[in-house]
């Protein structure tokens, strides 16, 4: 399956999401947030236990962590260390001298903190703005939904 057509599927589950505006533009504002953070094995665990403590859609957060995927993934631990290093400074010394992320994961604690950190900062700005976009797409859904039906009854 070629990206453009993984991209229909994703949004064809996306407008398949179920709920309110409000509740599904939560889960999908805490799924790009996770998605942001270094924690890839865990991302759909973390954003559906969120979207649990969160009361918002665990659908909606699931599809949210696909933000994060193969070709975001090193830019993204990347940006994320480098904030992580930019909040910490020498509190924390890291060597910057790796070559994969699992030079980085050799590197113990230390980095996954930094790391961590960093990622939780830089979630939280696309994690806004994936709360308004859902939030104006499904109200834009839900209101074209309603006309439809309304002129589906008048017609009748």
Not at 54 to 81: D, H, M, Q
Request: charged content about 15%; overall charge positive.
């Amino acid at each position: 399956m070629n990206f453009r057509s993984q991209v229909k599927v994703y949004i064809k589950k996306v407008k398949k999401l179920q709920g309110d505006p409000h509740y599904v533009a939560m889960g999908m504002a805490v799924g790009v947030f996770v998605a942001i953070t270094p924690t890839i094995p865990l991302h759909t665990v973390i954003a559906i236990a969120l979207a649990i403590v969160l009361k918002c859609s665990k659908p909606a957060a699931a599809l949210g962590v696909w933000f994060s995927n193969p070709l975001t993934i090193p830019p993204l631990y990347y940006a994320s260390l480098k904030a992580g290093k930019l909040i910490y400074g020498d509190l924390i010394p890291l060597e910057m001298q790796y070559e994969s992320v699992t030079d980085l994961l050799h590197m113990g604690w230390k980095a996954a903190v930094v790391m961590l950190t960093g990622g939780v900062v830089l979630g939280i700005v696309p994690g806004i703005m994936a709360y308004y976009i859902t939030l104006k797409i499904f109200k834009s859904i839900r209101a074209r939904r309603v006309r439809s039906k309304q002129e589906k009854w008048f017609n009748e």
